[in-house]
């Protein structure tokens, strides 16, 4: 919902005021309050002076009451809020998410917004969003000026990140690693003591002998290439690099399994997207899947501080490929490994697969991971991996009814894509049979 003019005019006219305030306070000898807790009276947007920068650019947060509206009640509604609210969100950070207007940024603003775990919430994207009940202070991620917009933010949850099969591999590594760069420089400017940043489980890399569950511990044995699992490694060795180069500054790191959820469009989903499930002969693959209202939980665990370090995302345990296709009410086509991955190399080149040979082992090697730190700090996920799966497979029913009104050879390299790739799979494979008999009579 945009702002009126007579909102931003109150905006403005009571900014005004509160700069007069602070100057009077200051001749006093008195003292602006914490950047996190504004003094009674004052807008969270422009409170203390080490936020007037910030505040310069901020835009109201979204509710059922105007800027006018919340200037005439002032502090009267401060003051007739329960004293037990009071304290909660006295005592909860200040939260700030990037790409708060769109996906998982946008899921969990709503959810902090309502936390009590969480003060205050302030939504950064380069347009806004419909999340209400939160601050909205727009930038561009990649800015170095994104500093300007972190003024009282006491933790800074970097949700900005292009995992979209569709997109050119330079220009997402690009985005990526600068938003990466931009946003542990600009925490560590704007003195932001913590910082969470969202990768995958994938880092852990997949192959064929991996343990059933991957312990958190082990090590990222991906491959750095220029798939999208390479530009998240890449972010977590910025990560590790941030404690040299930014000493002031905490990072964590959220790897969750699979993700599934609104918006989410990975190669995974697409897999699923598929006539038949693709495997590889002598490696059934394992499948653990995170629901994005699950990551959303886990990282308020990890806002509040309650979880730090590095730690993985998932539903307990993992589904065997027979459940997978009893659930999912597909059935699967078994390759050669080696042939396989040569043929869908070449299918990419031709752009008919959305993800090169390097993203094939995601798809039939296991990298199911062990939530251990979350289950210690005692949470739970919502989903199992079969009402995950199910939920995916409704959403690929509205995608295909989508699919039909779209152009024919749009539908076939997007959401046909991967029923084309392991079609087309398989008919390279009985020709390159064929021509091995025919060559050894």
Not at 326 to 343: H, I, K, N
Not at 421 to 433: E, L, M, N, P, Y
Request: proline residues 6%.
């Amino acid at each position: 919902m945009s702002e009126g003019p007579s909102g931003r005019h109150a905006q403005a006219q009571q900014h005004r005021d509160t700069q007069r305030a602070a100057g009077a306070a200051r001749k006093k000898g008195g003292n602006p309050a914490p950047g996190g807790n504004p003094a009674p009276g004052e807008s969270q947007d422009t409170a203390g002076s080490t936020a007037a920068s910030a505040a310069a650019g901020d835009q109201s947060a979204a509710g059922d009451q105007s800027a006018a509206g919340e200037q005439a009640a002032g502090g009267e509604r401060a003051a007739a809020a329960p004293r037990a609210h009071q304290r909660t969100r006295k005592h909860g950070p200040v939260v700030a998410i990037t790409g708060a207007a769109h996906g998982l940024g946008h899921t969990l603003a709503v959810q902090l917004a309502s936390s009590p775990r969480v003060s205050k919430v302030v939504a950064i994207d380069d347009h806004r969003g419909d999340a209400a009940g939160v601050t909205w202070r727009l930038a561009d991620v990649r800015d170095p000026a994104l500093a300007a917009r972190l003024a009282g933010v006491d933790v800074l949850v970097h949700t900005d990140v292009d995992l979209s099969a569709d997109s050119d591999d330079r220009a997402r590594r690009a985005f990526n690693v600068r938003a990466a760069q931009t946003v542990l420089t600009a925490a560590a400017a704007g003195r932001v003591p913590r910082v969470i940043l969202i990768t995958s489980a994938m880092v852990y890399g997949a192959r064929p002998g991996n343990p059933v569950p991957l312990p958190e511990s082990a090590p990222l044995s991906a491959d750095s290439d220029g798939s999208v699992v390479g530009d998240l490694l890449e972010i977590e060795h910025l990560a590790r690099r941030a404690a040299r180069s930014h000493p002031g500054v905490s990072v964590t790191v959220a790897r969750p399994a699979a993700l599934v959820g609104p918006g989410v469009d990975t190669l995974v989903t697409r897999y699923f997207d598929s006539a038949r499930l693709l495997t590889v002969k002598g490696s059934p693959p394992h499948w653990q899947f995170c629901h994005t209202s699950d990551l959303v939980t886990a990282l308020e665990l990890a806002v509040a501080g309650e979880i730090t370090g590095s730690f993985a995302v998932g539903c307990d345990g993992w589904l065997e490929q027979k459940q997978a296709e009893e659930v999912s009410g597909l059935r699967r086509m078994e390759l050669p490994g080696g042939l396989t991955l040569r043929t869908v190399e070449r299918l990419h080149r031709i752009g008919i697969t959305p993800g090169p040979v390097n993203d094939l082992p995601y798809l039939v090697y296991p990298w199911v991971v062990d939530c251990a730190a979350l289950r210690e700090a005692g949470w739970r996920p919502t989903y199992d991996n079969a009402a995950v799966l199910r939920a995916l497979m409704e959403a690929r029913a509205a995608h295909r009814a989508a699919a039909r009104r779209i152009p024919r050879k749009e539908a076939t390299i997007t959401a046909a894509g991967a029923t084309v790739a392991v079609i087309g799979t398989a008919a390279i494979v009985r020709a390159a049979r064929r021509r091995k008999r025919s060559a050894g009579g």
